[in-house]
């Protein structure tokens, strides 16, 4: 018999404190959201660019790496440590221009873009409560239905899609696999992601099948953020805990708790030929999680020479607006 599909995780509930008000020349929301499995709220600012055509192509929602305190349109990864930032510097201002080109050139084509900016870090949890990015994502996936109901509303009859870049790819894929929200989504696009498939094996080193995703010192002491305990190596990953074993599981993207068959939804892996980050390699075992299940509507595409930061390079910024431009339809 085949295994029953998992009811999807409660969503939370979204409030909006200000707005929308005038910003940059587009609108903005700022939401407090609140789910009832995690300890704390978390701030957000929904940023809503307005499509400059007569066409109406419908709505697509964009979600940043890290912690997800930046938006798409500034492609800056803000960290506690600079390493990340010192990697990626040099493509950052590519980045940035070809990701705004990118937005300007979706809204000109008829899609309202919406962009999602986190006031701290979307997967933290309160000091001392073990709770795990699959719960903690209860908020991105909150948001995006909240976009989709009072922002992608005027148009509903068009698609609604999302892209997400690193860390941000996770917070699509968690809506999709853990909180029953695939089917708002006609399309998805996954750039250098999605992170945390497998949480266990990126902090516990004990099965060499999973090499390519043994986090490093650096990156386990941040997913220790979901799990109550700082960025100081003294956690359960940075130990590399057994005895949190079941916690890690619980966590990850790939989990008994998830869904992975998505029959309707175009799926849209873009990594960069020259990504070696771990969250590559974490994006390619949800690809092939999708492909076991049957999910029907799934792409893999490499782009030779781009880095993690796909978008930095003039190939890598193509094939992401023609993603979007073609599938979200």
Known sequence: ????????????????????????????????????QISRSEGAIIKVGERTSQSDKGTIL???????DYYWEDAV???????????????RVSAVNNNNEILNNLRMNGFRTVQLKWDRNWFEAEPGKVEGMARLACKPASAA??????IHKQNEN???????????????????????????FRTV????????????????????????????QDERNTFDWSFGFPNDGSGPCAQKNIAYQDDFKEASLISYKGDYFFPETSIIFIIGGDDTTTTAAQG????????????????WEEIPGAPHFVTSTTEGAQAMQQALLINCQ
Request: aromatic share 12%; charged share 15%.
């Open 1 to 36: 018999m085949p295994k029953p599909i998992p009811d999807p995780q409660p969503l939370g509930i979204v409030s909006v404190t200000k707005g929308p008000y005038a910003c940059d020349g587009q609108e903005c929301y700022e939401v407090q959201v609140n789910c009832q």
């Open 62 to 68: 964009f979600f940043t790496g890290w912690i997800g």
């Open 77 to 91: 990864e803000t960290a506690v440590t600079n390493r990340l930032i010192d990697i990626e510097d040099h493509n």
């Open 145 to 150: 239905k909240w976009v989709f109901d009072n």
């Open 158 to 184: 068009q698609p609604y899609c999302a892209t997400g870049h690193s860390n941000g790819a996770s917070q699509v894929s968690y809506s999709l696999s853990h909180y029953g929200l695939v089917n708002l």
């Open 189 to 216: 696009v996954l750039e250098g992601g999605p992170n945390m498939s497998y949480v266990e094996h990126a902090c516990i080193h004990d099965n060499q099948d999973f090499q390519d995703i043994h986090a490093d």
């Open 284 to 299: 390619a075992y949800f690809y092939k999680k999708l492909e076991q299940m049957g999910t029907p509507n799934t792409s």
